[in-house]
């Protein structure tokens, strides 16, 4: 496995800009200060995260404004990102998918109210609800877990979703569920009687001219995409400036995250969807399709956005807008359109970083360009040990066994302190900072807040508690679940491996990005992964020598692995 440190090559960052012959007269005139702008902040951004590459359009109704290309393609043979460079889009496949649904609705051959097991009469989830529909699949509201990601066909991972339980009653919970649109896509391929990338390139990518998209990737691709970087440890939080090496390739077509595009072409699908449908030959999808595909059905989990039929719908500046992410193994993209303005930004990176910030940035610049305004302030680039207020965490907190942890606020750090040494925390989200290495590398370090501020702190299944804290000290649990406690890893790289912890009398899974849900008991061995109406579940066995061997996840088979 070859190790590449990104960082060394960002300070000669490369940089290249495409605009097309369209916009040429508009760039020169009146938008490059804003592209400017535009340059400095992706610029900020992929030195700040260590990105290996970033592509970026900006799209009006009339097309592609233009496309600003940063950094390297691969990293090894310092090939450049170009217009022409192609990453992995990931999500932004569904509303693809959807659309080919929808032309199909069109032509009375597919009804989204429908029992998806009248197309698929294998499809039937075990449910004491009503059957599922394509749309409650094309919603995320049909109570299905996300992922199936050990199995590597489309139509077995469709197939297999009929072994589940649904979490909750078809239409009532958002749960973003990538098996329903590998569901929704072999739902196309059965009333077309042809396969998904044949039919999404007939209907969708030949009518927009993107000739150079395709919607599966085989090892024939491979050569003609962006290499995608990953960090090297696949089991913890990353840390900015850690190593990174090549993704695990797979080869995929399916209805989910198949499609491979460049943000050139990718931009004249997003001038498509700001003008309702209408593509330059025709349309694609008609007012009403269109309709369907951009109403707000159901409320997300996320700040409040709705989403319609693959894709989200939410705001940006106040402004309605539409987009959609998208997270492949190495590579990250993002789509946005704001219509009332007419304009969208698409953006690729292939490793870390943050697509959606410069797509969202680049718009905020556009749009005060448009109206006329000055120019937004290029935000301050914060340094990953900067914390706005470090005050409220703070103090001695100490655990059940008089073990004890201190921080200290220092200007703008918050701080670990032992005896004489004072470790730098590292901002990893909300009330959650990464601490030193290696004592603290497997999980963030995350503090509560109570009423009257921060009351207790944990790491993993490690609990401390604060001045402030009032609860109980000494907790219990089942002497069976100590048998649980552990590190499971599949072969299969979406989600390789988790960690199961007991803290303060419960049990919790954490994944590897730090992310942490609580297990709930739901029969001997078996537990709900998250809160009332998840449909993820967790139950483990082959229990030997006091420890379980296997743990399976939502039908996943995961096995007691070495490390800690």
């Known amino acids: 496995m070859r190790v590449d440190r990104i960082a060394p090559l960002l300070p000669g960052l490369l940089f290249a800009v495409f605009s097309t012959p369209l916009a040429a007269q508009r760039d020169r005139l009146s938008l490059q200060p804003a592209f400017r702008l535009i340059d400095r902040y992706a610029e900020q951004v992929i030195r700040g995260a260590g990105t290996p590459g970033l592509s970026l359009a900006l799209v009006d109704r009339t097309g592609v404004l233009t496309v600003r290309s940063y950094g390297y393609a691969d990293v090894a043979r310092k090939t450049p990102v170009t217009p022409a460079t192609r990453f992995e889009i990931g999500s932004i496949s569904k509303s693809f998918t959807a659309i080919a649904l929808l032309q199909l609705r069109d032509e009375g051959r597919f009804d989204p109210s429908t029992p998806v097991r009248r197309y698929l009469p294998w499809f039937t989830p075990a449910s004491r609800w009503r059957p599922v529909t394509g749309h409650d699949l094309l919603t995320h509201t049909a109570g299905l877990p996300a992922d199936r990601d050990d199995i590597p066909s489309s139509r077995a991972q469709a197939y297999v979703a009929r072994e589940r339980t649904l979490g909750s009653a078809p239409g009532k919970r958002w749960a973003y569920s990538n098996i329903g649109f590998q569901v929704m896509g072999v739902v196309l391929e059965t009333l077309e009687h042809r396969r998904y990338p044949e039919i999404i390139q007939t209907r969708i990518l030949e009518p927009l001219g993107m000739a150079g998209t395709e919607a599966e990737f085989t090892h024939a691709t491979r050569p003609r995409l962006a290499v995608g970087y990953l960090p090297l440890h696949d089991d913890r939080p990353a840390r900015p400036g850690d190593p990174l090496v090549e993704g695990t390739w797979i080869e995929y077509a399916a209805g989910d995250g198949s499609i491979v595009a460049n943000s050139t072409e990718l931009g004249a699908y997003l001038t498509m969807l700001l003008n309702r449908g209408q593509g330059p030959r025709g349309r694609v999808l008609s007012d009403a399709g269109y309709s369907a595909l951009m109403t707000p059905y159901a409320l997300t989990e996320r700040g409040g956005d709705h989403y319609g039929?693959?894709?989200?719908?939410?705001?940006?500046?106040?402004?309605?807008?539409?987009?959609?992410?998208?997270?492949?193994?190495?590579?990250?993209?993002?789509?946005?359109?704001?219509?009332?303005?007419?304009?969208?930004?698409?953006?690729?990176?292939?490793?870390?970083?943050?697509?959606?910030?410069?797509?969202?940035?680049?718009?905020?610049?556009?749009?005060?360009?448009?109206?006329?305004?000055?120019?937004?302030?290029?935000?301050?680039?914060?340094?990953?040990?900067?914390?706005?207020?470090?005050?409220?965490?703070?103090?001695?907190?100490?655990?059940?066994?008089?073990?004890?942890?201190?921080?200290?606020?220092?200007?703008?750090?918050?701080?670990?302190v032992r005896g004489d040494r004072r470790d730098l925390l590292l901002r990893h989200g909300e009330d959650s900072f990464l601490g030193p290495t290696p004592e603290f590398s497997l999980y963030p370090i995350r503090f509560n807040r109570g009423p009257k501020g921060v009351t207790e702190v944990w790491y993993g299944g490690e609990w401390f508690a604060g001045e402030r804290y009032r609860g109980p000290r000494r907790f219990a649990e089942p002497k069976e679940w100590r048998a649980y406690i552990g590190h499971y890893r599949i072969m299969q790289p979406w989600e390789p491996n988790f960690r199961v912890v007991i803290r303060k009398g419960a049990l919790w899974w954490i994944g590897p990005e730090g992310n942490e849900e609580p297990l709930t008991p739901t029969g001997p061995g078996s537990f709900r992964v998250g809160e009332a109406g998840s449909p993820e579940t967790l139950r483990f066995d082959e229990i030997a020598d006091g420890q379980a061997l296997r743990a399976t996840l939502s039908g996943m088979a995961y096995y007691r692995f070495f490390t800690p």
């Not at 946005?336 to 930004?345: D, E, Q």
């Not at 718009?363 to 706005?388: C, I, K, N």
Request: proline letters at 9%; charged letters at 10%.
């Open 309 to 416: 039929y693959g894709m989200f719908l939410g705001t940006l500046d106040s402004l309605p807008a539409f987009w959609h992410s998208g997270g492949m193994i190495g590579y990250t993209s993002y789509l946005i359109g704001i219509p009332s303005l007419g304009i969208g930004a698409v953006a690729f990176v292939n490793g870390p970083g943050s697509p959606g910030d410069v797509a969202r940035f680049a718009l905020q610049v556009l749009a005060a360009e448009l109206r006329g305004d000055s120019l937004p302030e290029l935000p301050a680039a914060r340094l990953p040990w900067q914390v706005t207020d470090p005050a409220p965490y703070a103090g001695r907190f100490v655990a059940p066994s008089g073990d004890s942890l201190v921080f200290a606020a220092s200007g703008d750090s918050l701080l670990l």
